[in-house]
């Protein structure tokens, strides 16, 4: 059975640092592309972070550079850590795991974990 449990959900105040996990099971972790999604209230569901199976990176424009996501193929899990955080990033965080296979996309959602930013 595929899962994704994020962690780390919490009230961070503006400039606020805060790390979110995702452990993943069900599946040949090391093969798969890792991304980090959030959503906010009334907003779509935008790409915050992405990690290849060979580890590169890439980051949202609105985020670059106060996010690093990495992985650890032993433990199967990403992370996300967030530094500076604004009020703006308040959101529900999910993790997403995804593979091309063939012509076929492989992709499976984690529950998310609530992140709040505030005074």
């Known amino acids: 059975q595929v899962q994704l449990v994020e962690s780390g959900r919490g009230l961070v105040q503006p400039g606020g640092s805060l790390t979110l996990s995702c452990v993943a099971s069900?599946?040949?972790?090391?093969?798969?592309?890792m991304s980090w999604y959030r959503q906010a209230p009334g907003k779509e569901r935008e790409l915050v972070a992405f990690i290849s199976s060979t580890g590169s990176t890439n980051y949202a424009g609105s985020i670059k550079g106060r996010v690093t996501i990495s992985r650890d193929n032993v433990n199967n899990t990403v992370s996300l850590q967030m530094n500076s955080l604004k009020p703006e990033d308040t959101a529900v965080y999910l993790c997403?795991?995804?593979?091309?296979?063939?012509?076929?996309?492989?992709?499976?959602w984690g529950q998310g974990t609530q992140v709040t930013v505030s005074s």
């Open positions: 069900g599946f040949s972790f090391r093969n798969y592309g």
């Open positions: 997403n795991a995804w593979r091309l296979i063939g012509t076929q996309l492989a992709s499976y």
